[in-house]
Every structure is written in structure tokens, then in C-alpha cells.
């Protein structure tokens, strides 16, 4: 079903009644901070490491855990960098007081990121905001202790946001191209994520032909995971619309187009100059609403920009089902899951071997060992060796008769 929003035709444009801020959490969020350069909302940097912060170029800028770290950072501790918000956090109470919109942006799997992301988006809820936020996830290869940082510190996140958007380093391959060179790609990847920022700041600030106002995404999120994935496209001359949603489809946060099949919600936000056609908006939505799952709803806005010329953007915020994408790691009860296969190796057996998770969950009785025999198989007619007594060929457990935990 598709969902016209506030206004059933286009009429005048609205003007913006939201005020948004957009908070930078930890190093990461501050250089998006950097990166997003003039828009429409008031940037806010925070973090623990004093000189960071001062080098930010956001206008307003805290100092969180004053006493606790004493202006250097949190050394890659989550629970140092969530100390460190709850000592201010009534001044990020404050601080997110009177906006309707906080986004909250940083960078999962560190100390800061991780640990002060939550409490800022808590804060922001309690001060009456709806609380949105944006993430990087760190790369596998960071390790296994990283990540699950990372998975938690989202997990906390969901409990607080109306929706996060999330995007994974492992897929700066598909932004790049995995050929890329690093010094392209990294920045290419933080691209996507200021983009997203962008879209969704304007989409809540552009004077509006059909607006979509905050019930309307609250509603656009409700009884989903809390997580959303992104897409963006623009498009000018001829075949502008066209050209706009497919490089919106296109999004590796999309999956080229394969997440919206399995969404509960999605909300398409186009703009464009005066010029916008009632048949561009009709292409747009019917190369997104074929896509869709036919159970949910397809939420329009649509904006007058009048800082481009002859071009539209397209915009396309995916809801998930809460059943649609479990943690990274996650494995539901019962589900038969190959093994991990060490450093790329695997032998013939290996691959074959499956093993049930249930058998894991059960409690298993340990069973008392014949201490008092020694049966040493194949090594039994080897001389033994004796110190004072004691046959040192047996495990020292064995002999000591320890039992074991």
C-alpha cells in the first residue's frame, strides 16, 4: 500500500517546523562531523580526547569524562567511554534539550563510540527527541573482541533509537570497488555515510509538497528492529527520475535492491527543483513499490530544493523486520551451522561436518573418571618412567587425583 502521507495532492510548499541537531560521538563521529560541511541542522562534536575535540570543526562542541580520562581518550574501553558520558550526563541533556530530531553518528567497536553512543541517545530520548542514529561497524579483520563491542554497543543503540542506520566496513569493496585503493575507498565509504546524514536532514528540513512528518516515521519504524538500511541516487536531464531511483536501488546498503523485499516499511523522500513532473514521482515509486513487500507501506515525501537545477534526488529509508536480519553471530536454536574453518583450511571431513546448536545448549552431566587406573594403550610395555615412586607417564591430574571442571 502506498502511503501519501499528511496531504492526499501537491500543493503549496510547506515550511520546516523541525529542529535538528546532529551529534558527533568519539573520533569517528567527529570526522563525519567534518565531512557533512553546511546543512541544516546544529552540529554538536563530543568526545573524551580534549585535542580532537578542539580540532573539530562543529560549532558546538563537549567535553565528556572531564575527570575520568582527563582529556585524553578511553584507550578502547567501552565501559570507560560510557563512565565518561554518565559524569556529563545532565550536560547532554542539555545539550539535546531543544531539538525534535537528534541524530546521533559514530564509529562502533572502539572505547568512546561504543560506550558513549547509548547514553547520548538515551539522554537525547529523555529530553523529548526522536533519537536516530548512524554507525560504522568495524571490519572483521579487527578482531573478534572489536566486533563484539560493536554488536553490543548496536544492541544498546536499539533500545533508544527510532532507527539506526548501519553500515558495515567489510562492504567498502562494494562502494570502491574491491580493486580500490585504500586511500580511495575509506573515503568513499564515509561518503555514503555523510550522504545519508545529508538525505535524512533534508528530507526533515525542505519546505515540502507532500511532507512526512515525524508521526509518520515514527510509524515508519514502529514494530521493526530498529535498524533501516540507506539508499541514494541523483539524477539530471532526461530520464532524471529513472536514473535517480536506480542509483538509489543500487546502495550496498540496499543490497542492490534485495532489502526491500524482506522491509516492513520504506519511505521514498524525493526532491528536485521547480521543474519536478507528476510522471517523475509516478516512476519513482513504481520502480520501489514492485520491489516492496506487498504487506507493508510505502511512505512519500516529496520537496522543493531550490539550491539545484534541473536535477532529482531520490532518497529510500528501509525499515526491517524484526525477524529479518538477526545479530551478526546470531544462530537461532536448532539451525545446523558448518564449523569455522580455520585460517582457510579444511579437510574433506571438515566440510561435511555439521553440528546442532540444541546439543550445545543442553546441560551436560560430566562423567567421573577411573582415577584409579592408568591404561596407557599402544605405551603400555614402555619402561615407565619412576621418580620417587611416582610413574611420571601418567597425567599429573591422574596421579594427583584431581578432579576436574
Known amino acids: 500500500m502506498i502511503n501519501l502521507g499528511s496531504n492526499q495532492r501537491l500543493s503549496a510548499p510547506v515550511a520546516p517546523v523541525v529542529s535538528c541537531k546532529v551529534v558527533g560521538v568519539g573520533g569517528a563521529g567527529l570526522r563525519l562531523l567534518d565531512a557533512l560541511g553546511d546543512c541544516p541542522a546544529e552540529l554538536v562534536a563530543m568526545h573524551t580526547d580534549a585535542q580532537a575535540l578542539m580540532q573539530s570543526s562543529a560549532p558546538r562542541k563537549l567535553q565528556i569524562g572531564r575527570r575520568l580520562t582527563r582529556g585524553l ?6 565501559k570507560a567511554g560510557e563512565s565518561a558520558a554518565l559524569e556529563q550526563a545532565e550536560e547532554i541533556r542539555a545539550e539535546c534539550q531543544d531539538a525534535q530530531i537528534v ?31 548512524a554507525v560504522t561497524l568495524p571490519f572483521s579483520g579487527e578482531g573478534e573482541k572489536r566486533r563484539a563491542h560493536a554488536e553490543e554497543a548496536l544492541s544498546r543503540l536499539g533500545s533508544h533509537c527510532a532507527a539506526v542506520l548501519c553500515f558495515e566496513n567489510n562492504r567498502l569493496g562494494e562502494v570502491a570497488g574491491p580493486e580500490a585503493p585504500l586511500a580511495e575507498a575509506i573515503p568513499a565509504a564515509n561518503t555514503m555515510l555523510v550522504t545519508a546524514v545529508d538525505a535524512v536532514l533534508r528530507l526533515l528540513s525542505l519546505p515540502s509538497l507532500l511532507h512526512v512528518g515525524l508521526d509518520e516515521i515514527i510509524s515508519l519504524f514502529r514494530d521493526t528492529a530498529g535498524r533501516c538500511q540507506f539508499g541514494h541516487g541523483v539524477g539530471q536531464g532526461e530520464d532524471r527520475a529513472i536514473s535517480a531511483v536506480e542509483q538509489a536501488l543500487q546502495s550496498p546498503m540496499l543490497e542492490r535492491g534485495a532489502t526491500l523485499a524482506r522491509s516492513g516499511n520504506v519511505l521514498v523522500h524525493v ?55 538477526p545479530a551478526t553471530g546470531a544462530i537461532a536454536d536448532g539451525e ?6 580455520l585460517m582457510g583450511i579444511k579437510s574433506a571431513a571438515s566440510s561435511e561436518k555439521r553440528v546442532d546448536r540444541r546439543s550445545r545448549t543442553d546441560q551436560e552431566e560430566q562423567v567421573e573418571l577411573p582415577l584409579d587406573q592408568a591404561v596407557k594403550g599402544r605405551f603400555k610395555d614402555l619402561v615407565p618412567t619412576l621418580v620417587e615412586g611416582q610413574d611420571l607417564d601418567i597425567p599429573t591430574y591422574i596421579r594427583m587425583r584431581l578432579p576436574l571442571k
Open 73 to 78: 581518550g578511553s584507550g578502547g574501553d567501552p
Open 336 to 341: 545446523e551451522v558448518l564449523e569455522p574453518d
Open 103 to 133: 541524530m546521533v553518528c559514530s564509529g562502533l567497536g572502539g572505547g568512546t563510540g561504543s560506550g558513549a553512543a547509548s547514553v547520548v541517545c538515551r539522554e537525547a530520548a529523555e529530553a523529548g527527541a526522536l533519537v536516530l542514529a
Open 271 to 325: 526532491s528536485g527543483d521547480a521543474s519536478l513532473r507528476f510522471d517523475e514521482m509516478q516512476q519513482i515509486l513504481q520502480e520501489v513499490s514492485r520491489r516492496t513487500d506487498p504487506s507493508g507501506q510505502v511512505f512519500l515525501g516529496v520537496a522543493v530544493d531550490p539550491s539545484v537545477t534541473d536535477e532529482v534526488r531520490v532518497s529510500i529509508l528501509a525499515s526491517l523486520h524484526a525477524s529479518a536480519e
